[in-house]
């Protein structure tokens, strides 16, 4: 059975930092491409960053570049998303998936078969 658990939402002030990890059990990550996303209330689903297999590529949303960073653990089968200089517009609930083409995308988010539960992320002074 696969399972993608998120850990490390929590409450930050702006310009705060929090680092969001992916584990996942019933897969193997680094044969997946790993997307991180986020639903803020009352919005849709929006990509934030995205991570392939084979090179590691990375891609970002406009919103976060320079500021967030998607990175892999390979021995401990999990994926980051450390998050710095932290915005009240970054507050959302943000959720991993699992791409088994392992190309991945933030554009969409039917290529990815396997969902997190989420963790909460909230932004306030």
Not at 53 to 61: C, E, P, Q
Not at 98 to 115: K, L, N, R
Request: charged share 20%.
């Amino acid at each position: 059975q696969v399972q993608l658990v998120e850990s490390g939402g929590g409450l930050v002030q702006p310009g705060g930092s929090l680092r969001l990890s992916c584990a996942a059990s019933g897969i193997t990550l680094d044969d997946y491409a790993i997307g991180w996303f986020r639903q803020a209330p009352g919005k849709e689903r929006e990509g934030v960053s995205c991570i392939s297999s084979l090179y590691g590529r990375t891609i970002y949303a406009d919103s976060v570049k320079g500021r967030f960073t998607i990175s892999r653990d390979n021995a401990k089968n999990t994926v980051y998303l450390q998050m710095d200089s932290l915005k009240a517009e970054d507050t959302a609930v943000y959720y991993c998936a699992a791409d088994s083409s392992g190309v991945g995308t933030i554009v969409a988010v039917t290529p990815y078969e396997h969902w997190g539960q989420g963790t909460q992320v909230t932004v306030s002074s």
